[in-house]
């Protein structure tokens, strides 16, 4: 396991910790779908980062949401 992959597992494993105490709209919930989905290594990243971006510019929508765009819009960009 790659230094990147224990990196990956660390955040993880911290956003599954407080995702039972944080609202709908936290980004973190959107990150838990991401890595949940079947994208590769680069489209994840991508995911990732669009995520917080969009995330970031929306504040109050729900998680899910933003994971859902930045999954589509990947899958589009990335096949």
Do not use: C
Not at 25 to 45: M, N, P, T, V
């Amino acid at each position: 396991m790659g230094q990147t992959d224990l990196l990956r597992e660390a955040k993880r494993e911290m956003d599954e910790m407080m995702a039972g105490v944080m609202p709908e709209s936290w980004l973190g919930h959107a990150r838990l779908a991401i890595y949940d989905s079947d994208l590769s290594g680069k489209q994840e990243e991508f995911a990732l980062k669009l995520a917080e971006r969009v995330g970031s510019k929306n504040e109050g929508v729900p998680a899910n949401k933003v994971a859902e765009s930045a999954i589509k819009k990947t899958r589009e960009k990335m096949a």
